[in-house]
């Protein structure tokens, strides 16, 4: 009898580990995080201007910005500037900065999922981090913060392909821009 409740107790043992592995390992799953990478054909300070600067962002990403590079500063991006409430960032404050090596900022998603991700606390972060290759520079973005239900699974697939396609822009512009200067 002391056999089997040994052997009872070192299976629900085995079993409640089990379980708080998975737990854990959902908590941290790695798959939830976006990262976009690209190189451009620019010094590392210029690719980190086309982050904190208002022109550099509508260039390639917006329509309007209203970005302050500095701690606390707005990051504000917006996609529809006449209805400033949807389709923006309003609100968004830039949370670390390392000129010209690294930004951080919280980011809020458009209408389709305001209703949840924009009143999230906290918001989803996205930090990108700019590394020298001489001439040129690499650029990672990483954005988390994103939580473990089918909405927003549906939102960070959203920003995957939103990224993805930001970053094809940004690469067209700055390296098109770098060729120009070439050809002049």
Same mark, same amino acid.
């Given at each position: 009898? @002391?056999?089997?409740?040994?052997?009872?107790?070192?299976?629900?043992?085995?079993?409640?580990?089990?379980?708080?592995?998975?737990?854990?390992? &959902?908590? *941290?799953?790695?798959?939830?995080?976006?990262?976009?990478? #690209? #190189?451009?054909?620019?010094?590392?300070?210029?690719?980190?201007?086309?982050?904190?600067? =208002?022109?550099?962002?509508?260039?390639?990403?917006? #329509? &309007?910005?209203?970005?302050?590079?500095?701690?606390?500063?707005?990051?504000?991006?917006?996609?529809?500037?006449?209805?400033?409430? =949807? =389709?923006? +960032?309003?609100?968004?404050?830039?949370?670390?900065?390392?000129?010209?090596?690294?930004? *951080?900022?919280?980011?809020?998603?458009? &209408?389709?999922? &305001?209703?949840?991700? *924009?009143?999230?606390?906290?918001? +989803?972060?996205?930090?990108?981090?700019?590394?020298?290759?001489?001439? @040129?520079?690499?650029?990672?973005?990483?954005?988390?913060?994103?939580?473990?239900?089918?909405?927003?699974?549906?939102?960070?697939?959203?920003?995957?392909?939103?990224?993805?396609?930001?970053?094809?822009?940004?690469?067209?512009?700055?390296?098109?821009?770098?060729?120009?200067?070439? *050809?002049?």
């Amino acid at each position: 009898m @002391r056999s089997l409740t040994i052997l009872l107790i070192v299976c629900a043992l085995i079993f409640s580990a089990k379980v708080i592995a998975q737990k854990i390992e &959902k908590q *941290n799953n790695m798959d939830n995080i976006i990262v976009e990478t #690209v #190189v451009l054909n620019c010094l590392k300070g210029k690719a980190f201007e086309m982050f904190t600067s =208002n022109k550099g962002l509508e260039s390639w990403l917006t #329509v &309007k910005a209203d970005v302050q590079p500095q701690p606390g500063g707005k990051y504000e991006l917006f996609w529809e500037p006449a209805d400033p409430q =949807n =389709n923006s +960032t309003i609100g968004c404050k830039v949370l670390a900065i390392d000129k010209p090596n690294f930004l *951080n900022f919280e980011w809020k998603g458009p &209408k389709q999922y &305001k209703h949840f991700m *924009n009143n999230a606390m906290p918001l +989803t972060n996205v930090t990108v981090i700019f590394t020298a290759l001489g001439d @040129r520079t690499r650029v990672s973005l990483i954005h988390t913060g994103w939580r473990d239900t089918k909405d927003w699974e549906e939102a960070r697939r959203y920003f995957i392909k939103a990224w993805k396609g930001g970053f094809s822009q940004l690469e067209k512009y700055v390296n098109r821009e770098k060729a120009s200067e070439n *050809n002049d």
